[in-house]
Structures are given as structure tokens and as C-alpha cells.
């Protein structure tokens, strides 16, 4: 287990600390059972996987008190979604802690340091879906550039791998102008990423993506 790895074990095994038995959750009948609305008012840890990402996806909505459900839950949400197991797309699930205001919990430092060693893991992974994994921390924070910042120190061959493959991905696409992150495309980054893109050590980029650079800016 590498360092940013074991950092992010602890980090959802603190928010996991956190995790209690709430109040009757009041759902939509439509959608669950009576069975299910009652697991979900039990302890978390005991709240079957399929019904875990089911609530995971659901919009607020459906829920007669969304934020609470979805703060009791999310111990198990994010550590599933940062450790592959979620069967939710990771924008989604952060578009979810925004409307559960989470930066308002009680312990959102917790939040946050997972979301932190996520990143830190990601870049630090072969395997890792880095493009994916911005989306949902700069949507779940409402800013991509700390997370940008974060890549361009990070310096290793693991991770500069993953940013070639993405910035490769947004020259290609054209998207660069109006980049939008997010499940819903809510988070406009495009003058944010370009900047970045274009201060980056002339090593990650190459001619071809240069190129792209000045044709989707009109450069000279």
C-alpha cells in the first residue's frame, strides 16, 4: 500500500468513526419499500450495497430530509466511490454532497481530507480514472484549480501520465472554451483549465498538443 493510499485509509476510517443510526427516514414510496425506508434508518454499515447506490443516485427529491439521510451515509458512499466500488458515476455523487450541504456538517473536515487523499491516491495510481475523479472533487468543492495546483506538483511519472491522457482528451474535443465539469456540466472551468494548460513545463506538453492549444485559441 502506497503512502497516498494509506492515507486515504485513514481518512475514511476516521469519517466511518462518525457514522450513527438516525431518525425514520421519510422516502419515497414509489421507489422503496417499507423494509428499505427502515434499513436506512438503521446503522449505515448495515445498509445493503444495492440500496446504498440506489440512495447514492437519488436526487433530493425523493427524500423528506435529504441532508441527513445522505451526511449518514456518506462514510460508506465516499468510501466506496474511492475505492471503486460504487456503482455511481463520481460527478453524480458529488453533485449529491452539494445539495446535501455538506461543507455545513458537523465534521466536513472529514469530507474534505478524504476528498484530499482521493486525489492524492488517484495521481498516484496506473489504474486510476483521473479525469473522472477532478470532476468530482472540483464539483464537490465548487473549484477545480487547488485540484489542477495539486496535479502539477504532484511530479511523478504516474502522474503526469494521467495529465498528458486528460489534457490530451480536452485539446482533442475542442471542449477547452467551455469546459464544463460535472454530471450536469454545472461547473464552468474552461479559461481556468486553459490558463493552466498553457503554463504547464514544456515537457507534458507536446507539439501536437500545442497546437491544439493555439488552434482553440486562435494563438499566433
Not at 475514511?12 to 419515497?28: E, I, K, N, S
Not at 444495492?50 to 427529491?61: F, I
Amino acid at each position: 500500500m502506497t503512502t497516498a493510499q494509506q492515507r486515504l485509509h485513514h481518512a475514511l476510517d476516521a469519517l466511518a468513526r462518525t457514522a450513527r443510526p438516525g431518525p425514520v427516514v421519510d422516502g419515497c414510496g414509489h421507489c422503496y419499500t417499507d423494509g428499505q425506508l427502515a434499513a436506512l434508518s438503521g446503522p449505515p454499515d448495515l445498509v445493503p450495497d444495492r440500496l446504498l447506490h440506489s440512495v447514492a443516485a437519488k436526487g433530493p427529491d425523493h427524500w423528506g430530509d435529504f441532508p441527513t439521510l445522505y451526511r449518514r451515509l456518506a462514510p460508506r458512499i465516499l468510501r466506496q466511490l474511492t475505492t471503486g466500488t460504487l456503482h455511481v458515476d463520481g460527478p453524480l455523487v458529488a453533485a449529491r454532497l452539494v445539495a446535501a450541504d455538506w461543507s455545513g456538517w458537523q465534521h466536513a473536515e472529514l469530507v474534505r481530507e478524504v476528498l484530499d487523499a482521493w486525489w492524492s491516491a488517484t495521481l498516484a495510481s496506473h489504474c486510476a480514472n483521473a479525469s473522472e475523479a477532478l470532476e468530482t472533487v472540483a464539483v464537490a468543492t465548487g473549484a477545480v484549480t487547488p485540484w489542477l495546483a495539486a496535479w502539477t506538483e504532484a511530479r511523478t511519472p504516474t502522474a503526469e501520465r494521467h495529465l498528458i491522457r486528460t489534457v490530451g482528451d480536452w485539446l482533442h474535443s475542442a471542449r477547452l472554451p467551455d469546459l464544463r465539469l460535472g454530471f450536469y456540466r454545472e461547473l464552468p472551468v474552461g479559461p481556468e483549465v486553459a490558463d493552466w494548460i498553457a503554463a504547464l513545463p514544456p515537457h507534458l506538453l507536446d507539439e501536437e498538443h500545442r497546437y491544439w492549444l493555439d488552434l482553440v485559441y486562435h494563438r499566433a
